[in-house]
């Protein structure tokens, strides 16, 4: 299996020019590109706009109708990747270095962890956009004289444009995402139907659902109001409440059912969201139940 930890062994391989920078590079994908490749992985951030593009291997591709795509493809650190291509397509390609992201955080944006499974699909008028800031990135980036800041601020229009981009595409897509919040939702019921083991965490259920942790997180976030950790929190929150009132377990007894391993903690975050302790909880609802 291939890995690839710079830029220049990476663009030799795929056939595109010798890269501008060791941290940033940018250019256009050429005629020769390489169609076809078995599974690879790369130490760094490549963001994609590709237009005229078919890719067969898609899951989002529709074979009784292949029509040419325009979208914005994202491959992170550590994923495989491996594509086979029938025909050529046109584009641009942005590539960051994991230190250049390291050193300059406010760059780092959660689609670019999204990976295959998420591309954003752009209309008319946002290709245009996008098409305009690559090649104004491209131009100060072949200019010796440009300065690194100048090349960040460029990355960090385009990473903002895709982003409300992202934002668009989720809201106009509604059916397409209902599945994963409703998914998500089935899960957190089950794991506390079932026999728990320790409290959950967003990472456990974007694995069971083959997502990305801040995939799944923005999804939800979009369409709940909520992040993926407050609405496990409200769960737990809500099966601890049944407990209270109608089981004889003790607090701590209600921690460890929980999944707790400590009931300090379990008290903690039960009254962050009632802003009660579990036995005030307790006694106030038994009181006013007995009227």
Same mark, same amino acid.
């Given at each position: 299996?291939k890995?690839?930890?710079?830029?220049?062994?990476f663009?030799?391989?795929?056939g595109?020019?010798?890269?501008?920078?060791e941290?940033?590079?940018?250019?256009?994908?050429?005629?020769?590109?390489?169609?076809?490749?078995d599974g690879?992985y790369?130490?760094f951030?490549?963001i994609?706009f590709?237009t005229n593009?078919?890719n067969p291997d898609?899951?989002n591709?529709d074979?009784s109708?292949?029509?040419?795509?325009?979208?914005?493809f994202?491959?992170?650190?550590?994923?495989l990747?491996?594509?086979g291509?029938d025909?050529?397509?046109?584009?641009f390609?942005?590539q960051?270095s994991k230190?250049?992201i390291?050193?300059?955080r406010?760059l780092f944006?959660?689609?670019l962890?999204?990976?295959?499974?998420e591309?954003?699909f752009?209309n008319e %008028?946002?290709?245009? +956009?996008?098409?305009?800031l $690559?090649?104004n990135l491209?131009?100060k980036?072949?200019?010796k004289? /440009?300065?690194?800041?100048?090349?960040?601020?460029?990355v960090n229009?385009i990473l903002?444009?895709?982003?409300?981009?992202?934002?668009?595409?989720f809201?106009t897509?509604?059916k397409?995402?209902?599945y994963i919040?409703?998914e998500f939702q089935?899960?957190l019921r089950?794991?506390?139907?079932?026999r728990?083991?320790?409290?959950p965490?967003?990472h456990?259920?974007?694995?069971k659902m083959?997502l990305t942790?801040n995939y799944l997180?923005d999804?939800?976030k979009t369409?709940?109001?909520?992040?993926?950790i407050?609405?496990?929190?409200?769960?737990i929150t809500?099966?601890a409440k049944?407990?209270?009132?109608?089981?004889k377990?003790t607090?701590? %007894?209600?921690?460890f +059912?929980l999944?707790?391993? $400590?009931?300090n903690?379990f008290?903690?975050?039960f009254?962050?969201? /009632?802003?009660?302790?579990?036995?005030?909880?307790?006694?106030?609802?038994?009181?006013?139940?007995?009227?």
């Open positions: 299996m890995k690839f930890t710079d830029f220049k062994t663009n030799n391989f795929i595109v020019d010798e890269p501008i920078d941290d940033i590079d940018v250019g256009c994908y050429p005629e020769n590109i390489l169609l076809k490749s690879i790369i130490d951030y490549r994609s590709k593009y078919i898609s899951p591709f074979h109708d292949p029509k040419p795509i325009t979208a914005v994202f491959n992170s650190p550590g994923k990747y491996e594509w291509l025909d050529l397509f046109e584009g390609y942005l960051l230190k250049i390291e050193d300059n406010y944006q959660n689609f962890e999204y990976g295959y499974h591309a954003l752009l %008028e946002e290709e245009k +956009e996008i098409v305009l $690559y090649e491209m131009q980036a072949n200019n004289s /440009t300065g690194q800041d100048v090349l960040l601020a460029y229009l903002n444009l895709v982003e409300s981009f992202y934002k668009r595409q809201s897509e509604a397409k995402y209902n919040v409703s089935q899960l089950d794991y506390y139907d079932g728990t083991k320790g409290v965490s967003v456990y259920f974007a694995e083959k942790p997180g999804v939800l369409f709940t109001h909520k992040s993926a407050e609405t496990i929190h409200e769960h809500h099966e049944k407990l209270l009132l109608e089981s377990l607090n701590s %007894e209600i921690a +059912e999944g707790f391993d $400590y009931p903690y008290a903690k975050l009254k962050k969201q /009632t802003q009660l302790t579990p036995k005030q909880y307790r006694i106030k609802q038994r009181a006013l139940n007995n009227g």
